[in-house]
């Protein structure tokens, strides 16, 4: 089975070195970088992190999480890997995981992350509108799909990619989650949910265009789950 980690960079020039150097001491196969424009030293880093089998996409432009990913799996996908792992950059994702994640997703076309499946000792509190508002979309997630999420946002997921490509995802924000979901739905994707830690290194970390505002947030993330029940019927 052809394997590969996705991992979306945003100025994450903090991180990125030991999020390697751990990433390596557990996972010796492919890695792909996708960074979306970073204007700190992040671009730099990864040239100099570049190997046969760690490889680098340039976006030219911030372009949105969302879109990095998504142009991640149009990658994916085009060189035939079976299976992908997604994880973010900035510290909040555990590179110890991916073995788990990877065996599971051989009975699964998503197992996704949740912190809030199941308490891990070190588990740090969610900022209280993040918190509320993820409990809020989950539920309605949930009541829309059948699914039994606990966590709707979790960017650390496992994909079966032959599934993946059935999947016509547009959604360049940080809604591009709910999308997700619902496109799961609708086309008989098994899914699945794995404790994860909850670290919060920076929870003053910002989504930028306008979501800071919680409520702007999560009228953003209703309007996707609007629009996604109306294109497939759900």
Known sequence: MRQIVLIPVYNEEEHLQGLLGRLREIYKGDVLFVDDGSIDCSPQ?????????TRIIRQPENRGYGATLLRGFSEVIRAGYDYVITMDSDGQHRPDWIPEFFEEAIGWDVVSGSRYLHEIEGNESAPIDRREINTKITA????????????????????????????????????????????????????????????????????????DNPDVRMQFYLDTISRERKIWSI
């Open 45 to 53: 880093l990864l040239r100099e992190l570049e190997s046969s089998n």
């Open 140 to 211: 309605l997630i949930n009541e829309i799909t059948g699914f039994s999420l606990t966590d709707a946002f979790c960017g650390f997921k496992a994909y079966r990619v032959a599934e993946l490509a059935k999947l016509q995802l547009s959604e360049m924000g940080y809604a591009m989650p709910l999308q997700l979901w619902l496109q799961a739905k609708h086309f008989g994707l098994r899914v699945t949910e794995r404790p994860v830690s909850r670290i919060y290194d920076d929870p003053d970390r910002r989504f930028g265009n306008g979501l």
